[in-house]
T-cell receptor, first 112, second 114 residues
Framework: GESVGLHLPTLSVQEGDNSIINCAYS??????FIWYKQESGKGPQFIID?????DKRQGQRVTVLLNKTVKHLSLQIAATQPGDSAVYFC???????????FGGGTRVLVKP | SAVISQKPSRDICQRGTSLTIQCQVD?????MFWYRQQPGQSLTLIAT?????????ESGFVIDKFPISRPNLTFSTLTVSNMSPEDSSIYLC???????????FGPGTRLTVL
């Protein structure tokens, strides 16, 4: 099937290491952010979200950090596993109506 | 979370024809959206599918090319009209409760236009 992320920046990570994926956003009025994981041939899968009144949120093996001062969002994956290999997108809610604007995406490749 | 299905999962179509993509959600949702994802690219919002009224299109997308229906709170269709090879893409629907809030995505429809 079609491959997602052919032309995207790639982060190569050794299995077991931590991964950090970064995302810059442009609209200071954005109030809600989501990280999605997209495996080849599938739709984006929700990972974790954060609202603008927070600067950190943790899930299972994942942490999202929000720095509103520099308009920067990051996703940290602890103890990266082969199943984490995918393309990761950040998305921001910029306007009323729950419309999301997606970042360019980062391909994570986990090496055994 | 909502479970979303799309039909067809993929299709190969001839130039000048139209294809209608269906999106079904397993529960009632406030918001439904249609996105396009060109090969190796990120997602671009096409339109918001409004229940009982005309869809709201983003800049660069028009109703004549991408007519959308949303007859109820669990179902929507997107038609890609008068297709050309440039329409070859993955088309995704998503759903959420409004908010801002999380949007969940369907598996996508992979369209190839010859």
């Amino acid at each position: 099937g079609e491959s997602v992320g052919l032309h995207l920046p790639t982060l190569s990570v050794q299995e077991g290491d931590n991964s950090i994926i970064n995302c810059a956003y442009s609209n200071s009025a954005s109030d809600y952010f989501i990280w999605y994981k997209q495996e080849s041939g599938k739709g984006p899968q929700f990972i974790i979200d954060i609202r603008s009144n927070m600067d950190k949120r943790q899930g299972q093996r994942v942490t999202v950090l929000l720095n509103k001062t520099v308009k920067h969002l990051s996703l940290q994956i602890a103890a990266t596993q082969p199943g984490d290999s995918a393309v990761y997108f950040c998305a921001e809610n910029r306007a009323a109506g729950n419309k999301l604007t997606f970042g360019g995406g980062t391909r994570v490749l986990v090496k055994p | 979370s909502a479970v979303i299905s799309q039909k067809p999962s993929r299709d190969i179509c001839q130039r000048g024809t139209s294809l209608t993509i269906q999106c079904q959600v397993d529960s009632q949702v406030t918001m439904m959206f249609w996105y396009r994802q060109q090969p190796g690219q990120s997602l671009t919002l096409i339109a918001t599918a409004n229940q009982g009224s005309e869809a709201t299109y983003e800049s660069g997308f028009v109703i004549d090319k991408f007519p959308i229906s949303r007859p109820n709170l669990t179902f929507s269709t997107l038609t890609v009209s008068n297709m050309s090879p440039e329409d070859s893409s993955i088309y995704l629907c998503s759903a959420g409760q409004g908010g801002p809030d999380t949007q969940y995505f369907g598996p996508g429809t992979r369209l190839t236009v010859l």
